[in-house]
């Protein structure tokens, strides 16, 4: 009980189960976007899986809307089809019947003011208590956000006279500075920043969070995060998958803006920040925020020294996608924060599709010893590494030097390695379970604030400029199944450093 008490006082957000089920009343959770495909795959399975854990608030109902014209009886058999086949051995026919029997559905046009009216209608007819909190989930359509919001504020759904009103956002949020500046004004005239919650999905993944444990709750690490003792910090995210279907969507997105923009200026946010003295919503973030104020702008010249972009062979003729497409579906590019932590640290980040092998990790390269006693004979050395994989397997792996037995003096790379599958018995989430209990929570320390979104749009936004320009690197072509383009390697050669290309070191 006190280590969960000190617990507790150090990570808030992780006392939310227990906390969650005294101070939240009734709950509506309203998904616009009802008959899509992230509501199906993840959503719904995941409200489903926080119910059968009784995580959800006593009492809950999920309104599905969208357009299409169905009844709860057949949205419901939609996803219970769905629902089995995502949540796999997690399914249980009696559990489903349960949780189906808070499911409604409701036709609902997002243009039309009428509908909007019917729908206010309707959740207060749900509704027996006036105090009941409310969850708009927007998983339409970007170009549907403002529409959305602006229906919300005319039809008085978003004032919290009585319950608390949230909403949230999936990415991505805008597609250039401009319109993510211009959505967070919308979003801004009907709701509250504290009412906006803003998701990454990333941010869900426990080895994400896991990383903020692993510098936070340790003091072992501390003394060593910094210029001192890291010579650089590469951050990789790589699929095996090519764009399939989503070519129509991927063709304008590319990889900056389906990644960079996103997920990997999170992860290199979280690796950087200073500790926020309180792990709460408005801390974090702003620690988080100044990491993004720090990072160095590129100019000119410097574009094409500091990032290069490559394409799949095979990707032109994906669905959806140009034949002369120049969108680029792998990138990795040097990046710089300027403070006194990580003074002369690159960061080097780097995501592509069709890639060797799935993985998503963040290594750590320590510098070399100052004097090398055993140099002779010695393989890697210099190669001390904390490899912090998110996943497909998630854990931890530090890689040392040691001595080859009856070997003289000769040292070899050995490693240790910390398994969540074997460290815990407890099953590993999917990210949209925390993210989803945190929203209904009100707790928004995991997700974007509206100064990150845009200040991460202004580190994109200059490089999407110059590929379209002459300050723009080749844009080269890989194999799918490779490791980005073969002068991806002289690329980061350059800098006098080595891509860790492994596939995931822990399975
Ligand atoms: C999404 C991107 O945000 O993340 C997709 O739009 C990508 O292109 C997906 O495939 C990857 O998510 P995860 O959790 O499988 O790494």
Known sequence: MLLVGLYCRAF????????????????????????GDLTSRKLIPALYELSQKNRLPKNYRVVGVSRSPLTTEEWKQKLKTTTSEFSGSNFSPTGWSQ???????LACDIDRSSDFRKLGDYLNELESDASNGRLYYLATLPHLYTQAVTQLGDHNMAAEEAGPRRVVIEKPFGTDLKSAHQLNQALHSVFDEKQIFRIDHYLGKETVQNLLVLRFANSIFEPIWNRNYIDHVQITVAEELEVGRRGGYYDSAGVLRDFFQNHLLQLLTI????????????????????????????????????????????????PG??????????????????????NGVPFYL?????????????????????????GAGATGIGENRLVIQIQPAEGIQLHFQSKVPDGGMRSRLASLDFRFQTGYTEQLPDAYQPLLLDAINGDASLFARSDEVELAWQIVDPILYAWQNEQAPPLEFYEPGEWGPTNSHQWIQQFQRKWFDVCPVIH
Not at 99 to 105: D, G, I, K, R, T
Not at 275 to 288: H, Q, S, W, Y
Not at 301 to 314: D, H, L, M, S
Request: aromatic share 10%.
């Open 350 to 374: 780097r995501s592509g599709k069709a890639m060797s092998c799935r993985t998503t990790q963040i290594v750590i390269h320590f510098r070399e010893p100052p004097h090398l006693l055993f």
């Open 321 to 342: 996608v140009a034949r002369d497409s120049q969108t680029a579906t792998y990138a990795a590019i040097q990046l710089q924060v300027d403070n006194w932590r990580w």
């Open 12 to 35: 808030s957000h992780n006392c939310h189960y227990a906390e969650s089920l005294r101070r939240i009343m009734d709950q509506t959770i309203v998904i616009f976007g009802a008959s």
């Open 271 to 318: 690796t950087a920040m200073e500790a926020p003295p309180r792990f709460e919503a408005d801390l974090v973030r702003d620690e988080k925020v100044k990491v993004l104020r720090a990072i160095r702008p590129l100019h000119q010249q410097e574009f094409a020294r500091n990032t290069i972009r490559g394409q799949y062979a095979g990707y032109r003729h994906e």
């Open 99 to 105: 949780f189906a029997n808070q499911l409604h559905y």
